[in-house]
């Protein structure tokens, strides 16, 4: 039996070994050969976004989708009582159409739970007749009655509020297809919709808004967010609502402060979208004022569309882009908010916000003055401050700019105006002239005497 070793020199075989490719190179390989063949029968067939916007570091493999949303917004003067069957006609049944096994299948109702913020349940008899006709209608199961929530920034800034809402949820034994209507202002609406979002990766909700101001924005709005680390609305979610219920009944019981809010969100998008408009609630400020309602309820239906358009036909709902005009004066309008602890109301900082990117856009851009003092006396006329002593310490404020850009990610991108109607957006701020701003701001404002946020 021959051993096995070192051969000799008389029996040496030459022998040539390839070497193998480290694995990562083979994987690479047949990555690149995978690549270089792939092409879809047809791309279109891949392609559901018309008109996509171009992508300059678009690739072949890359598959554009879209996920189709229906926004349902509906105006009622009284949804409590003659315009309750347009709250009952967006409550569908909980089994889609097309699967209900039949027509002699049984569908079961969908489990509705109500939520109110406390302040609107204490001063009108609404939410309560509301409830009792839907649980009377026998096209839903309500669950238990109506839970009061805390309004206002109070609802945001607390995490046990949000529990409390996903304790509700779940006590409830809610599905997907359920419901949740939730009666209330702006911020309430906000963490309403947050834990809506967040339970079962979405229940079906219904708002209702109670202010102007979310009636004439927020209401009809895709985000949802609550306050964390001393910041305006960091924790949140895109969602779009099942609908929305804008209803006028629920305006006569604000008080004037809360009432007049919600007029700068009107001011502001006509500003960017509509110069007529911008006329129009000049006119009208007066009789606003004074709370005539069809004037009001007009002004605060056109804010309404204009921001439901943008939102639905802007192709860029949940704000991927850059831009994010309808928070024009919002940089400094959020700061302003925590920096006093929320005791300036939201429609309040806005009017400050829009009033100092007016002045802004004057020193900079090219706005006329004269157009910035009408913006000016049309926030004052509707009963609107232009300034707060926490714009004293502006260096503070400033920081806002920073806060904005990291809200939207990627640069800095603020919308300014270059007139009524003309929007554009700017990637730098000038502090110099962002100070100056604020200076001439502050004099305006002493000049007009708006009345105090206190009132």
């Given at each position: 039996m021959?051993?096995?070793?070192?051969?000799n020199?008389?029996?040496?075989?030459?022998?040539?070994?390839?070497?193998?490719?480290?694995?990562?190179?083979?994987?690479?390989?047949?990555?690149?050969?995978?690549?270089?063949?792939?092409?879809?029968?047809?791309?279109?067939?891949?392609?559901?976004?018309?008109?996509?916007?171009?992508?300059?570091?678009?690739?072949?493999?890359?598959?554009?989708?879209?996920?189709?949303q229906?926004h349902?917004?509906?105006?009622?003067?009284?949804?409590?009582?003659?315009?309750?069957?347009?709250?009952?006609?967006?409550?569908?049944?909980?089994?889609?159409?097309?699967?209900?096994?039949?027509?002699?299948?049984?569908?079961?109702?969908?489990?509705?739970?109500?939520?109110?913020?406390?302040?609107?349940?204490?001063?009108?008899?609404?939410?309560?007749?509301?409830?009792?006709?839907?649980?009377?209608?026998?096209?839903?199961?309500?669950?238990?009655?109506?839970?009061?929530?805390?309004?206002?920034?109070?609802?945001?800034?607390?995490?046990?509020?949000?529990?409390?809402?996903?304790?509700?949820?779940?006590?409830?034994?809610?599905?997907?297809?359920?419901?949740?209507?939730a009666?209330?202002?702006?911020?309430?609406?906000?963490?309403a919709?947050?834990?809506?979002?967040?339970?079962?990766?979405?229940?079906?909700?219904?708002?209702?808004?109670?202010?102007?101001?979310?009636?004439a924005?927020?209401g009809?709005?895709?985000?949802?967010?609550?306050?964390?680390?001393?910041?305006?609305?960091?924790?949140?979610t895109?969602?779009?609502?099942?609908?929305?219920?804008?209803?006028?009944?629920?305006?006569?019981?604000?008080?004037?402060?809360?009432?007049?809010?919600?007029?700068?969100?009107?001011?502001?998008?006509?500003?960017?979208?509509?110069?007529?408009?911008?006329?129009?609630?000049?006119?009208?400020?007066?009789?606003?004022?004074?709370?005539?309602?069809?004037?009001?309820?007009?002004v605060?239906?056109?804010?309404?569309?204009?921001?439901?358009?943008?939102?639905?036909?802007?192709?860029?709902?949940?704000?991927?882009?850059?831009?994010?005009?309808?928070?024009?004066?919002?940089?400094?309008?959020h700061?302003?908010?925590?920096?006093?602890?929320?005791?300036?109301?939201?429609?309040?900082?806005?009017?400050?916000?829009?009033?100092?990117?007016?002045?802004?856009?004057?020193?900079?851009?090219?706005?006329?003055?004269?157009?910035?003092?009408?913006?000016?006396?049309?926030?004052?006329?509707?009963?609107?401050?232009?300034?707060?002593?926490?714009?004293?310490?502006?260096?503070?404020?400033?920081?806002?700019?920073?806060?904005?850009?990291?809200?939207?990610?990627?640069?800095?991108?603020?919308?300014?105006?270059?007139?009524?109607?003309?929007?554009?957006?700017?990637?730098?701020?000038?502090?110099?002239?962002?100070?100056?701003?604020?200076?001439?701001?502050?004099g305006?404002?002493?000049?007009?005497?708006?009345?105090?946020?206190?009132?």
């Amino acid at each position: 039996m021959r051993r096995c070793g070192r051969p000799n020199a008389a029996t040496a075989v030459a022998i040539r070994v390839t070497p193998l490719p480290p694995p990562r190179a083979i994987h690479r390989r047949r990555l690149a050969s995978l690549n270089s063949s792939y092409q879809p029968a047809s791309l279109a067939a891949f392609d559901m976004v018309a008109n996509r916007p171009s992508d300059p570091g678009h690739d072949p493999r890359d598959i554009h989708f879209s996920v189709p949303q229906v926004h349902r917004l509906r105006t009622t003067w009284e949804v409590a009582g003659d315009d309750f069957d347009e709250l009952l006609g967006v409550l569908h049944a909980s089994t889609d159409p097309d699967q209900s096994g039949g027509p002699d299948a049984e569908i079961e109702p969908p489990h509705v739970l109500i939520w109110a913020d406390e302040e609107v349940m204490a001063a009108s008899p609404r939410v309560g007749v509301l409830a009792k006709r839907l649980a009377q209608s026998g096209r839903v199961h309500v669950v238990g009655g109506p839970r009061a929530v805390p309004g206002g920034e109070e609802a945001k800034n607390s995490p046990e509020v949000i529990e409390r809402l996903l304790a509700d949820i779940h006590n409830a034994m809610l599905d997907r297809r359920s419901y949740i209507i939730a009666i209330g202002g702006g911020a309430m609406l906000d963490a309403a919709g947050y834990a809506a979002a967040i339970a079962h990766r979405g229940i079906r909700l219904v708002r209702i808004p109670t202010t102007t101001l979310a009636q004439a924005d927020s209401g009809v709005g895709v985000k949802n967010a609550i306050n964390h680390f001393g910041k305006k609305n960091w924790v949140g979610t895109f969602a779009v609502p099942w609908a929305v219920i804008n209803d006028a009944g629920f305006l006569t019981t604000l008080p004037d402060r809360d009432f007049f809010c919600g007029f700068s969100e009107a001011v502001k998008v006509s500003l960017l979208k509509d110069a007529a408009e911008f006329e129009r609630i000049m006119r009208r400020a007066p009789a606003i004022a004074k709370r005539e309602m069809p004037i009001a309820c007009g002004v605060i239906e056109a804010s309404c569309r204009m921001h439901l358009d943008h939102i639905t036909r802007g192709g860029d709902p949940f704000e991927t882009r850059e831009a994010r005009p309808l928070d024009f004066g919002h940089w400094s309008a959020h700061r302003l908010e925590s920096l006093t602890d929320y005791v300036i109301r939201h429609g309040e900082a806005v009017a400050i916000g829009v009033a100092l990117d007016c002045l802004y856009s004057t020193l900079v851009h090219g706005l006329p003055e004269a157009e910035t003092r009408r913006v000016c006396d049309c926030f004052t006329m509707l009963g609107l401050p232009l300034w707060d002593e926490a714009l004293d310490d502006f260096e503070r404020v400033l920081a806002g700019l920073e806060e904005f850009r990291q809200h939207l990610g990627g640069r800095l991108t603020v919308t300014m105006l270059r007139g009524v109607g003309d929007p554009l957006n700017v990637h730098v701020i000038d502090r110099v002239a962002m100070r100056e701003a604020a200076r001439q701001l502050k004099g305006i404002a002493t000049q007009a005497s708006p009345p105090s946020p206190a009132q």
